[in-house]
């Protein structure tokens, strides 16, 4: 059964410096989408993306994050200048279309620990 | 807006027992409801979904839910837990947003089975 993949699997980074998390969704997938779960907290959407832009973002999503599809596999999160609070698992999540019934399909995730 | 409560953050069960975790919504439009599951060090994995078409939904690994508008709820049961069902398990709700679907996660159970 086709997978999104995230890499790195864990990533540890000095506060300040920037990091960038990858994602390749499921091949024929067209929506693509971030979400973070801080340790011991819910799962909380981050962005949406569509046809080489932001769909919706929340209010978490700051001037420090950007997204990317750089080359039509891959998409990327990148945080600009990290904090303490950045300090989460991420997930990324591919779905065929923007409908309500389809399922998101799920990454591992990427932990992400900054010191 | 749509939210998910997830009632108990930890059930433990002996193995052979009856698994319910309790999932209730809050939707102002009929809503869309997923059962994911989290093993230790995993991503994500769908269980079943929720789309109107039947209120009883099956779902992988002998895992059912059961839509019951006048309760508002979707608990997820099985009948007979087995060790490999040890994990967190989140209920979600499909939200829309101006252009897409995000998903709206409850808090997550985390499921315990005893030998």
């Known amino acids: 059964e086709p997978e999104v993949t995230q890499t790195p699997s864990h990533q540890v980074t000095q506060m300040g410096q920037e990091v960038i998390l990858r994602c390749v969704p499921i091949?024929?997938?067209?929506?693509f989408y971030w979400y973070r779960q801080i340790l011991g907290q819910k799962v909380e959407f981050l962005v949406s993306f569509y046809n080489n832009e932001i769909s919706e973002k929340s209010e978490i999503f700051d001037d420090q994050f950007s997204v990317e599809r750089p080359d039509g596999s891959n998409f990327t999160l990148k945080i600009r200048s990290t904090k303490l609070e950045d300090s989460a698992m991420y997930f990324c999540?591919?779905?065929?279309?923007?409908?309500?019934?389809?399922?998101?399909?799920f990454g591992d995730g990427t932990r992400l620990s900054i010191l | 807006a749509q939210s998910v409560t997830q009632l108990g953050s930890h059930v433990s069960v002996s193995e052979g027992a009856l698994v319910l975790l309790r999932c209730n919504y809050s939707?102002?439009?009929?809503?869309?409801l997923f059962w994911y599951v989290q093993y230790p060090n995993q991503g994500l994995q769908l269980l079943l979904k929720y789309t109107s078409a039947a209120t009883l939904v099956k779902g992988i690994n002998g895992f059912e839910a059961e839509f019951k508008k006048s309760e508002t709820s979707f608990h997820l049961t099985k009948p007979s837990a087995h060790m490999s069902d040890a994990a967190e398990y989140f209920c979600a709700v499909s939200a829309w947003m101006d252009s897409s679907y995000k998903l709206i996660f409850g808090s997550g159970t985390r499921l315990l089975v005893r030998p």
């Open positions: 939707s102002s439009v009929p809503p869309y």
């Open positions: 999540a591919s779905t065929l279309q923007a409908t309500p019934n389809q399922p998101q399909h």
């Open positions: 091949s024929n997938h067209l929506y």
